[in-house]
């Protein structure tokens, strides 16, 4: 089974900058597609960026020029680096992992545990 691990969430003011990080532990597994998700209060949970095993990137337009998303396979850590954060990015940010085993090549999905990105006016 793979875990997932968040951490970087916190308090910002509007205009400043966080990084978020997910890093994947497990044994005998290969991850595919990893991304963030994030959900405010009273909203439905939205995909803000994935990137593929390959290294494509996408993101919800609402982001685009100001957050990167970006993997380190060699660590099983995808990050989220989060530009001119605005109050309306205020969310539980959460980290999503398509991975499988290596005697499987059917793909399993993992969540992390959630980290708050709260950003004030």
């Known amino acids: 089974q793979v875990q997932l691990v968040e951490s970087g969430g916190g308090l910002v003011q509007a205009g400043g900058s966080l990084r978020l990080s997910c890093a994947a532990s497990?044994?005998?597994?290969?991850?595919?597609?990893m991304g963030w998700f994030r959900q405010a209060p009273g909203k439905q949970r939205e995909l803000v960026a994935s990137?593929?095993?390959?290294?494509?990137?996408t993101y919800v337009d609402s982001v685009k020029g100001r957050f990167t998303i970006s993997r380190d396979n060699a660590k099983n850590t995808v990050y989220l680096q989060m530009n001119s954060l605005k109050p309306e990015d205020t969310a539980v940010y959460y980290c999503?992992?398509?991975?499988?085993?290596?005697?499987?090549?059917?793909?399993?999905?993992?969540w992390g545990q959630g980290t708050l990105v709260n950003v004030s006016s």
């Open positions: 497990g044994s005998s597994f290969s991850i595919g597609a």
């Open positions: 990137i593929t095993s390959g290294g494509t990137t």
């Open positions: 999503h992992v398509n991975w499988r085993r290596l005697t499987n090549y059917r793909y399993l999905e993992v």
